[in-house]
């Protein structure tokens, strides 16, 4: 058997197994589901996503302070919040996720929320982004209205907060965004990934790339890597191993996440 089709059945059994609500305890992905409403899953979803570098029980705890901060109505408080109760944030940190980056993430949403239903609004391109064979332009759209220095929404932009929201323009994996996209826009039955946005196709999902995914990858030979060197978690790394799983799935490749992250994580490679 050729090795590619070895490791296209390694995977398929491995996505199956990790792909299920077990896995969703020690995930990020544990926060938004602790909703049912579409508005309270994003919000958190966006949030723990972005907070999500570190120890995984260590992620789970500053998102689960967020939601307590935010009285457990995550969309309530962002859409009616008075600026006297943004007191209680001034203390909230992640490492390099500060008090400046709460508030302006606060203010966004909630000038964001007062003129739109859905946060997948925001990341939908002027021209659409279908005709894309991946979520490049809508990581672009993205960053450049949340990160919009003109100050024309009323909303003056921190430069500091920048490097919290990644952009495939400047070649950055975006693993976080990417692993974000997977849980909005995924869609089956097997209740981890919501697959509550429409307007963005699985196919165009892009793996959520970091180093113990690409040695994984490598490992397996699906990801180009020479002898001792460290994997790239760059933009193109990101969409070569992508189009490599879309030779096993054309219409979800990105369900091999569950396959390769896992494989890392519980030291299988």
């Not at 059994?13 to 995930?27: C, G, H, L, M, T």
């Not at 859905?118 to 005709?131: C, N, Q, V, Y």
């Not at 003109?150 to 990644?166: Q, W």
């Not at 002898?227 to 054309?250: C, I, Y």
Request: aromatic share 12%; hydrophobic share 40%.
């Amino acid at each position: 058997m050729p090795q590619l089709e070895q490791v296209k059945l390694l995977l398929n059994v491995k996505a199956d197994f990790y792909n299920r609500p077990s896995f969703i305890e020690r995930d990020p992905i544990s926060i938004p589901h602790q909703f049912t409403h579409l508005q309270d899953i994003e919000i958190m979803g966006f949030w723990a996503a972005v907070l999500a570098w570190g120890q995984r029980p260590v992620i789970l705890q500053k998102a689960n302070e967020l939601v307590q901060l935010m009285e457990g109505r995550p969309y309530d408080f962002i859409r009616y919040h008075e600026d006297s109760d943004l007191k209680r944030f001034l203390t909230f940190k992640h490492r390099t996720f500060n008090t400046t980056d709460t508030l302006y993430f606060l203010h966004y949403l909630k000038q964001y929320y007062a003129h739109h239903e859905s946060l997948e609004d925001a990341f939908i391109p002027d021209d659409g982004g279908t005709d894309s064979p991946t979520t490049e332009p809508h990581l672009i759209a993205f960053h450049d209205r949340f990160c919009d220095t003109t100050g024309e929404k009323g909303l003056f932009f921190p430069e500091r907060t920048r490097k919290h929201i990644a952009t495939p323009a400047r070649n950055s994996g975006c693993k976080r965004l990417n692993m974000f996209l997977r849980w909005m826009v995924r869609r089956d039955d097997k209740g981890v990934d919501f697959g509550l946005w429409r307007r963005i196709r699985p196919d165009q999902l892009v793996i959520p790339i970091d180093v113990h995914v690409g040695r994984v990858a490598a490992k397996l030979g699906i990801l180009p890597l020479k002898a001792d060197e460290t994997p790239k978690t760059d933009w193109k790394a990101a969409v070569t191993l992508t189009n490599v799983l879309r030779q096993f799935d054309p219409t979800d490749p990105v369900r091999y996440d569950f396959a390769l992250f896992g494989l890392g994580v519980e030291g299988e490679m």
